[in-house]
């Protein structure tokens, strides 16, 4: 095992994607939570797996975009996507959860239309959707690794301006803080971190990757900045071991990874229930004694 991840460049490819994705999607997925916009993932993988539908299109009917990575064609759609939900939003002031299922609605038909006229699901098609260890290719991990220092730096960058807007939004406003903008661009890093996840986590899949580790840290933090923390280290976790794992015994990785996270959880509430409660009513009992 070991020395087939020193040796296939796939492999290492792969690994390397997976321990960036596992630290952007949880890191983005905190606020996502937060925010209580977790079926934006939903949405925007939807529209994503159009534009890889679209993209396996256009490359099997021109002879000169055969080469076309589908990487490109869903980080634009998804971008385009999360940008209209935000429209949206915006048009239905006092029904803005219609945002969410009017673009899911929109994705799903448009790849289905796409995918029945490239003749139905190819393999490169099923391993966008579930995730794959071997189709890392070197320019998507440089692809992943821009899409992550775009992350961070917006993270540090606007670091207060996302806390008010996930705790305090008519504070920010007092504040004078350019909501608009932020959660323009917030919405933007989203679908670029939906986008990149793909590769290994697959579309169906990714959005679990970004609530997941989130849902098991929000069970141990004591403030924000450590569940961003806990859900770093748990996503880390699931998606590294979940891809050796995978490869160890020829499983899509995305169903690995995802069933990892959902273990995290268990395991977190699980000992929440029995050691930390079972400290809480041991204090009591002492009190009451």
């Known amino acids: 095992m070991i020395e087939a991840f020193m040796t296939l460049k796939f492999l290492q490819y792969a690994l390397v994607a997976a ?5 952007t999607a949880p890191l983005i997925g905190s606020f996502v939570v937060v925010r209580r916009m977790s079926l934006i993932a939903d949405a925007l993988s939807h529209v994503t797996l159009a534009g890889i539908a679209l993209s396996l299109l256009i490359s099997g009917m021109v002879a000169s975009l ?14 385009i996507a999360a940008l209209t939900i935000d429209w949206l939003r915006a048009k239905y002031k006092h029904f803005q959860e219609l945002a ?10 448009l790849g289905a239309i796409f995918i ?6 190819s393999m490169d098609l099923v391993s966008f959707l579930f995730g794959t260890v071997s189709a890392v290719t070197l320019t998507d991990v440089y692809t992943i690794l821009i899409v992550t220092g775009v992350v961070i730096l917006f993270v540090i960058a606007f670091y207060k301006e996302l ?3 996930s705790f305090d939004e008519e504070q920010a406003r007092v504040s004078g803080i350019r909501l608009r903008l932020v959660h323009i661009l917030f919405m933007i890093v989203v679908a ?3 986008a990149i996840s793909m590769r290994v986590v697959g579309i169906l899949l990714v959005s679990s990757l970004i609530t997941l580790p989130v849902a098991a840290a929000l069970r141990l933090a004591k403030s ?3 569940t961003i923390f806990y859900a770093i280290v ?3 976790v699931a998606t590294v071991a979940g891809l050796i794992l995978a490869y160890q015994f020829d499983l899509a990785p995305g169903g690995m990874i995802v069933m990892l996270a959902v273990a995290e959880l268990i395991l977190i509430m699980v000992i929440e229930r029995f050691w930390i409660g079972g400290k809480l009513h041991e204090k009591k009992h002492r009190t009451s004694a």
């Open 19 to 23: 321990v960036l994705i596992g630290f």
């Open 66 to 79: 055969a080469d076309l990575n589908p990487l490109y064609l869903g980080i634009v759609t998804s971008v």
């Open 100 to 109: 969410i299922p009017i673009i899911m609605a929109t994705g799903m038909g």
């Open 116 to 121: 029945s006229l490239a003749n139905g699901f």
């Open 163 to 165: 806390l008010f807007l």
């Open 192 to 194: 670029l971190v939906i």
């Open 224 to 226: 924000f900045k450590a």
């Open 234 to 236: 748990f996503g880390e």
